[in-house]
């Protein structure tokens, strides 16, 4: 068993993933005497998209230390409160997915079984009645969660859009103040050990030579350090998710930022949208299966409503992820480590969850196999079961075309198999090891793309008495939404 001692850590990429990571390692490590630095090439660049984020965003700048306030006026923040997912059931529909559980749990059983039952007895209102994270969003409103006991119905989470340069940049200023060193420059060569395999030094352009005990790969698609030298595999997910290409172009803002980021369905796959302070930001994830590059790009700059302020940027990819993401001396994350499209942005929280596993299984700061095995098992598990959830959005879609219908009638994993299944047959939903989406979310897919349970629910309250603790709740809901600002005053108070 081989167990190696770390004192310095070199970063090579200084994108969202290297930033975030060396913004992590610099608070980390403070006083250890655990040297930090980080390489990044001006020539080079970065992917320059990323900029929604999912709630967990929130333990990363707690854990730095970094108020709220001062990272929304660094990085032209705006709040979010889900996804609204537009034409993804079907022309003229359009469901959310909100950051939030639905209704209050009546006698223990959770609210959605509640609402069905009573739905199957000719009740109308939808479930997203009573879901205020959902009502605040739709009414372009925005109010901060309240966590009091006798208030379930304001538990609510959000995240946040932000200017991906100015994270970078925001982050790369905390970094180095807590002494972390950045090199600029390109990294032509990569030296490994003779004996042991691992990573020695890093060969610069410029001629310079760095060495240091653990690397952590932020190279973004190219993997240079875990792909291109160590040669650890990618596994290609592109069988169940063939979303290859998005194009990319930035606009002007025309109206008020809305509190949610919109995935509209396309010909062969989506666009998004993610309102910041002072811009948006567009995209169309596709499949070049199913499009040609003119045609998406054509599509896209058809659904705009700014002015252009950027150029359209075709970006290529392939999903999937690095069969470890952690191997000997080197640690990838970010892109490096696996890519799965940004439909729920899931990879921001994924390069957090990578520096977590890093600090968690370093343990003693000794790279040793047996951690590194156990980092790596886990992280499998958690890219495998947002794949899972990605997946479920294109399987159930209620589309035309032929990428629809390829994607509707593709073979899934069995792990999905499974809780597609389940909940058909009870309304349940199976959660398992390292899930990141909870129930409520699988249930707003499920119920969003008008699945419902074949099984009978069986109503656990009269009639007379559920619509009656029904309509409190959504009378609750209502007032909390009409005691909210509108999304843009409410950022206008942040200081
Ligand atoms: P990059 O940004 O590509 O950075 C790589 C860095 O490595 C750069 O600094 C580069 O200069 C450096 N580098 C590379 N080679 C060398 C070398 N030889 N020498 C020196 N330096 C080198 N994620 C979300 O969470 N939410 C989203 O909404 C979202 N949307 C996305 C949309 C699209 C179309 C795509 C493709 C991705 C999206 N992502 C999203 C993912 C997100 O963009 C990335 O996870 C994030 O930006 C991290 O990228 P990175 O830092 O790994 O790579």
Known sequence: MVSAPVSSIVVVGGGTAGWMSAAYLA????????RVSLIESDQIGTIGVGEATVPGIHQFLKGLNIRESEFLRATNATFKLGIEFVE????????FHPFAGYGVPLEDRPFHKTWWSQKKQDYEEGLEAFCLCTQLARAGKFALPSFDQDSKLAWYNYAYHFDASLFAKFLREYAEKRGVSRIEGKVERVQLDATTGYISSLHMESGMVISGDLFIDCTG?????????????????????????????????????????????RTAGWQWHIPLQH??????????????????????????????VTDPRLIRFKTGMRDSFWYKNCVS????????????????????????????????????????????RLNRLEYERIRDFI??????????????????????????????????????????????????????????????PLGSVEP????????????????????????????????????
């Open 27 to 34: 608070h980390w490590l403070d006083k250890t005497g655990i």
């Open 333 to 376: 994350i970010g892109l490096s480590s696996g890519f799965l499209e940004p439909l729920e942005s899931t990879s921001i929280s994924l390069i957090q969850t990578g520096i977590a596993k890093l600090a968690a299984f370093l343990v003693n700061f000794e790279i040793n196999e047996k951690h590194v095995a156990e980092a790596n």
């Open 391 to 452: 997946i479920l959005h294109y399987k159930l879609n209620g589309c035309d075309g032929p990428f629809w219908q390829y994607v509707r009638d593709m073979p899934i994993p069995a792990t999905l198999e499974e809780k597609i299944a389940i909940f058909a047959s009870s309304g349940d939903i199976k959660l398992i090891e390292q899930e990141s989406f909870k129930e409520e979310s699988w249930i707003s897919m499920f119920y969003g793309f008008g699945r419902e």
């Open 460 to 495: 656990q309250l009269d009639v007379d008495k559920a619509r009656s603790i029904m309509a409190k709740m959504k009378s609750a809901i209502h007032k909390g939404c009409q005691h909210a600002m509108s999304h843009a005053e409410f950022l206008r108070t942040v200081e």
């Open 221 to 265: 698609i190219p993997a240079l350090l875990i792909g291109k030298t160590l040669g650890v595999g990618y596994e290609d997910w592109s069988h169940w998710l063939p979303c290859d290409s998005a194009v990319a172009i930035q606009t002007t803002r025309v109206v008020d930022p809305d509190p949610f980021t919109r995935s509209s369905a």
């Open 88 to 95: 993804w059931a079907g022309a003229g529909k359009s469901f």
């Open 279 to 308: 811009r948006v930001g567009n995209g169309y994830v596709y499949s070049s299966q199913f499009i040609a590059h003119d045609q998406a790009r054509q599509e896209l700059l058809g659904h705009l409503a700014g002015e252009p």
